[in-house]
């Protein structure tokens, strides 16, 4: 199985930040990584599909870069709703595998 | 609008079987197929299978010889079916819809049922 390592776990920042969140596939996994947001309560969202497509109605503060081992999640000017825990999935390889998570509140 | 939801019961005794249903709208189980994902308390997502729109489906091994997927279209629905319950079976269960053409992945999520397996 392809080991996902999500880094870092917990995040504290303050609003206007920029705030990077990190995944690391244990094998080659191409762009086929998923980013998706979750508030307390709530479904995932999907954010970023294929490492670097923002998803319909996702705001422009989210982007994601990446491709074969390494890919980041970027907000570029973070928001208070943005308070949320964020995951990342690999569909590049049977059995799909996600992140640990990334915990992210405000200052 | 896309939607998936979850149901089923709360509570499962040690050794009994879990049977859950996800209800889906806006979208048919014909065209798109659903995954179920689980999550244990403080634990990370595990992916455990999936069902094609085919009727085929796919688990994950460390599931597979508890676990069973099945749908009925007509109905919207996709049930998840898994035997032999331990008390590290304790999650959160989730069914997520998967993406078509250039979405990869799954794109939309129900919004979990908790289920809790204890004597």
């Known amino acids: 199985d392809i080991q996902m390592t999500q880094s870092p776990s917990f995040l504290s920042a303050s609003v206007g930040d920029r705030v990077t969140i990190n995944c690391k596939a244990s094998q080659n996994i191409n762009r086929y990584l998923n980013w998706y947001q979750q508030k307390l309560g709530e479904a995932p969202k999907l954010l970023i599909y294929?490492?670097?497509s923002l998803q319909t109605g996702i705001p422009s503060r989210f982007s994601g870069s990446g491709s074969g081992t390494d890919f980041t999640l970027t907000i570029s000017s973070l928001q208070p709703e943005d308070v949320a825990t964020y995951f990342c999935l690999q569909h590049n390889s049977w059995p799909w595998t996600f992140g640990g998570g990334t915990k992210l509140e405000l200052k | 609008q896309v939607q998936l939801k979850e149901s089923g019961p709360g509570l499962v005794q040690p050794s009994q079987t879990l049977s859950l249903t996800c209800t889906v709208a806006?979208?048919?189980?014909?065209?798109?197929?659903v995954h179920w994902v689980r999550q244990p308390p403080g634990k990370g997502l595990e992916w455990m299978g999936v069902i094609w729109n085919t009727g085929g489906t796919r688990y994950n091994s460390a599931l597979k010889s508890r676990l069973s997927i099945s749908k009925d279209t007509s109905k919207s629905q996709v049930f998840l079916k898994m035997n032999s319950l331990q008390t590290e079976d304790t999650a959160t269960y989730y069914c997520a819809r998967e993406g078509r053409g250039g979405i990869r992945g799954t794109d939309y999520w129900g919004q979990g049922v908790m289920v809790t397996v204890s004597s």
């Open positions: 294929n490492a670097n």
């Open positions: 806006g979208f048919s189980l014909t065209s798109y197929n």
